[in-house]
Each structure stands twice: as structure tokens, then as C-alpha cells.
């Protein structure tokens, strides 16, 4: 595959030191590869980038750029959440809502089915499509908040709903909040990616979007990249034959790859196999 750019590390949530993902990504034949720690978030939640992580994220992700220079394009990013902390210096940002505030806490949406159901009960009165329409009110305003170049798992509210079913995700109560901060965000001209990580972690069978969300977006004229979410060497470019035939069959013709120059459109074929070494 041409490119992955939703990568962890051990230095935020993931399992693999950054060397060990850019020698796999190398070795997987990934032409143009991204770094996208978690981004520091001051509520200390143990899944992200530390303060003090964040210049050895950040000096270590460019020293790899630098030794893989000619043979793979390494891109230093971050996935920033909406209240994350951005540093300077970036070479692109994934924008993504992973929490949603409630007064002084904080409820992480895909933390578990358990604090979720717990969540919506105690702060949503039972409503999980108030519930819903909270997390796309945030997701749609990533780009004002973030400066963001993707939009990371749109729909990772329903992470846990192919397992624990909560939400009709055909009901307008659903459909209509995420349907408006789409339209809205393909307007501001963001990437979304098709995220498959909750396949590799045996959250879900399908990426994220749905096949609904991913049909939608393609009629409101979006453009996605492929993304793994890969929080293990052995998890790059996880599920991509079956997030490209999704793609495909809900009318998208190309995808797009992050360079160093900039976003560009590549077709299906280039994508899965060309060389370019």
C-alpha cells in the first residue's frame, strides 16, 4: 500500500517504539508514512502523549524522517484532540473528539460500552441521541479548534455498537447531527480518513465511517485517505483490501496520500501496488 498516516507509538498509547513502526511501515513497502501521536491533553489521560513526551515525540519522529530520507517519506503529524494541545512545527494534524465535556468531568466515548451506557443514564437522561448530536456538535467545529488536515474516526461514537447495540444508526436522531457536521466539514475542505483500527482491535468488522455515513460523504463530494490507526507494527495498513472495496462500491474512484508538498489524489491502483522505489 502506498501510505498510512494514523500511526501510535510507545511514547503515547501505542506498543511499538516510532523505530520499530517506521522499519515495519519500510518493510510493508509504504512509500509515504505518518507519525500521529496523541496529542497532550491537560487532563492527564494516560492514552496520550505526556508534556514531556512531546519533544522527544517530536525530535525523534524527525530524526527517522531524516534517516529514511529517499528511501520513505516520513511525515511528523498528530492526532489532536478537540481539547488537545497543538505544538509548532507540524506536517500535518489528524482533528478527532474522543471526549465530550459533562460539567467537570470528562466522558471519553471510547473508553467502554459499559461507561458509555453509564454516561448517557446519568448526564444524557437515557437519551443516546442527545448523547450523539453532543459528539458531532464538536467533531464539525474540529477545523476552527484544530486547524486539522483530516478528520479522524468520524463516527467513533458507535465504536462500540456493533457489540453492544445503543444507537439506531439509521434514525435521523443519529443520521441528521452527523450528516450536518459532514456536509459542514467537507465544505471546509478536510480529508476524511476511513479508519480501520477498531477492526484490528476486534472492536468492530467494519471501518469507520459506516457504509451509510461513507455513501454520503462521497455524494456531498468528500475525499478520504486510508489510515490504520495502528497502534502495532503487525496492525499497518490493517484491513485496507476490504476498506478500499468499501470505498469503491460507495462510489469513491481514488483516495489521497499526505506528502511533504501537500495532499494528492492517487488512484485505487497506484494505491494498492505500483512501485515506486
Same mark, same amino acid.
Given at each position: 500500500m502506498?501510505?498510512?498516516?494514523?500511526?501510535?507509538?510507545? #511514547?503515547?498509547?501505542?506498543?511499538?517504539?516510532? =523505530?520499530?513502526?517506521?522499519?515495519?511501515?519500510?518493510?510493508?513497502?509504504?512509500?509515504?508514512f505518518?507519525?500521529?501521536?496523541?496529542?497532550?491533553?491537560?487532563?492527564? &489521560?494516560?492514552? /496520550?502523549?505526556?508534556?514531556?513526551?512531546?519533544?522527544?515525540?517530536l525530535?525523534?519522529?524527525?530524526?527517522?524522517?531524516?534517516?529514511?530520507?529517499g528511501?520513505?517519506?516520513? #511525515?511528523?503529524g498528530?492526532?489532536?484532540?478537540?481539547?488537545?494541545?497543538?505544538? &509548532?512545527?507540524?506536517?500535518?494534524?489528524?482533528?478527532?473528539?474522543?471526549?465530550?465535556?459533562?460539567?467537570?468531568?470528562?466522558?471519553?466515548?471510547?473508553?467502554?460500552?459499559? @461507561?458509555?451506557?453509564? =454516561?448517557?443514564?446519568?448526564?444524557f437522561?437515557?437519551?443516546?441521541? =442527545?448523547?450523539?448530536?453532543?459528539?458531532?456538535?464538536?467533531? =464539525?467545529?474540529?477545523?476552527?479548534k484544530? !486547524?486539522?488536515?483530516?478528520?479522524?474516526?468520524?463516527?467513533?461514537?458507535?465504536?462500540?455498537?456493533?457489540?453492544?447495540?445503543?444507537i439506531?444508526?439509521?434514525?435521523?436522531?443519529?443520521?441528521?447531527?452527523?450528516?450536518?457536521?459532514?456536509?459542514?466539514?467537507?465544505?471546509?475542505?478536510?480529508l476524511?480518513e476511513?479508519?480501520? !483500527?477498531?477492526?484490528?482491535?476486534?472492536? @468492530?468488522?467494519?471501518?469507520?465511517?459506516?457504509?451509510?455515513?461513507?455513501?454520503?460523504?462521497?455524494?456531498? !463530494?468528500?475525499?478520504?485517505?486510508?489510515?490504520?490507526?495502528?497502534?502495532?507494527?503487525s496492525?499497518? /495498513? /490493517?484491513?485496507?483490501? &476490504?476498506?478500499?472495496?468499501?470505498?469503491?462500491e460507495?462510489?469513491?474512484?481514488?483516495?489521497?496520500?499526505?506528502?511533504?508538498?501537500?495532499?494528492?489524489?492517487?488512484?485505487?491502483?497506484?494505491? &494498492?501496488?505500483?512501485e515506486?522505489?
Amino acid at each position: 500500500m502506498l501510505g498510512d498516516f494514523h500511526t501510535h507509538s510507545t #511514547l503515547d498509547d501505542g506498543k511499538s517504539p516510532l =523505530a520499530d513502526m517506521a522499519r515495519a511501515a519500510w518493510e510493508k513497502g509504504i512509500t509515504y508514512f505518518g507519525f500521529s501521536g496523541h496529542s497532550f491533553d491537560e487532563n492527564g &489521560q494516560d492514552f /496520550c502523549l505526556s508534556r514531556a513526551n512531546v519533544p522527544v515525540y517530536l525530535e525523534t519522529a524527525r530524526a527517522l524522517q531524516a534517516e529514511y530520507r529517499g528511501r520513505m517519506e516520513i #511525515l511528523v503529524g498528530l492526532e489532536l484532540d478537540y481539547f488537545g494541545e497543538k505544538p &509548532q512545527g507540524l506536517d500535518y494534524v489528524i482533528g478527532s473528539v474522543h471526549g465530550i465535556p459533562l460539567g467537570n468531568e470528562t466522558f471519553y466515548v471510547d473508553e467502554s460500552a459499559q @461507561r458509555s451506557r453509564r =454516561a448517557v443514564e446519568e448526564h444524557f437522561h437515557g437519551d443516546w441521541y =442527545a448523547m450523539t448530536r453532543a459528539y458531532y456538535d464538536l467533531v =464539525a467545529d474540529l477545523p476552527r479548534k484544530t !486547524g486539522c488536515d483530516v478528520i479522524g474516526h468520524f463516527d467513533l461514537v458507535t465504536k462500540f455498537n456493533e457489540q453492544d447495540p445503543a444507537i439506531n444508526e439509521e434514525d435521523p436522531r443519529y443520521l441528521g447531527p452527523a450528516l450536518e457536521a459532514m456536509e459542514h466539514l467537507v465544505k471546509q475542505g478536510v480529508l476524511f480518513e476511513i479508519n480501520t !483500527g477498531a477492526i484490528a482491535r476486534g472492536y @468492530r468488522t467494519q471501518p469507520y465511517p459506516a457504509m451509510t455515513l461513507l455513501r454520503r460523504l462521497r455524494e456531498f !463530494g468528500g475525499e478520504i485517505v486510508l489510515n490504520s490507526d495502528s497502534h502495532h507494527t503487525s496492525h499497518l /495498513c /490493517c484491513a485496507f483490501d &476490504q476498506a478500499i472495496s468499501l470505498a469503491k462500491e460507495a462510489g469513491f474512484t481514488h483516495t489521497n496520500v499526505l506528502t511533504l508538498s501537500g495532499r494528492k489524489p492517487v488512484s485505487w491502483r497506484e494505491f &494498492q501496488g505500483e512501485e515506486t522505489r
